[in-house]
């Protein structure tokens, strides 16, 4: 597939601001800070069109990317939805438990043609915020991927017993878990191809 154009088309705060137009959904979920919004700019080829900063919390809405891609000579649109992340940020008790009301909301509403990617950080276990949102997921039914993101942090040959610590803590086969890096795109084909496939 090939990512052709990519914009944000909507930040919200409540199920009236999301974008009238429904399109399959591919929605990114993780703790503050994990990487989300680089591995947006990274499948569309854009430095800066999902909003990144060193400090966990940057993302306080619930941000919808239009993405137009060419599959095989098709035209397929889609939106990637870039969730506030979970669990720490420098920020009040009142405005994390806005988030998770926020993703909430969002979850239980447009339930159809929603694909979850549930992104964590290759280098540490699953923490409890982790495995409390991917059994929220399970139980809902919704189709999932988990990204062990951040790969270039941790050696190749260290990945395995990495991916199956965080396999064993989420109770998935560690081969079913991407090891991704926004800095040298290791992944990125695997990523691609896992969009193409939820699309046809």
């Known amino acids: 597939m090939k990512i052709k154009q990519a914009s944000l088309l909507a930040s919200a705060v409540k199920k009236q601001q999301y974008p009238e137009r429904k399109l399959p959904e591919i929605v990114l979920l993780g703790r503050s800070n994990v990487g989300k919004s680089s591995l947006i700019n990274s499948l569309v080829n854009r430095k800066n069109l999902a909003r990144t900063s060193g400090s966990p919390g940057k993302t306080r809405l619930l941000n919808f990317y239009l993405v137009e891609s060419e599959i095989a000579s098709n035209q397929r649109e889609f939106y990637f939805v870039d969730l506030p992340g979970y669990g720490y940020a420098k920020v009040s008790q009142s405005e994390r438990s806005r988030w998770l009301e926020m993703i909430e909301e969002f979850l239980s509403s447009r339930t159809d043609d929603k694909y979850c990617w549930q992104v964590v950080d290759i280098r540490h276990k699953p923490s409890e915020q982790d495995l409390i949102m991917h059994r929220i997921l399970v139980d809902a039914g919704y189709r999932i991927l988990v990204i062990a993101n951040k790969a270039d942090k941790v050696s190749r040959g260290a990945r395995p017993s990495q991916l199956k610590v965080i396999g ?33």
């Open 168 to 200: 064993e803590a989420l109770q998935i086969n560690p081969a079913e878990i991407i090891a991704f890096s926004s800095e040298n795109n290791d992944g990125k084909q695997q990523l691609l191809r896992a969009v193409e496939n939820y699309l046809t």
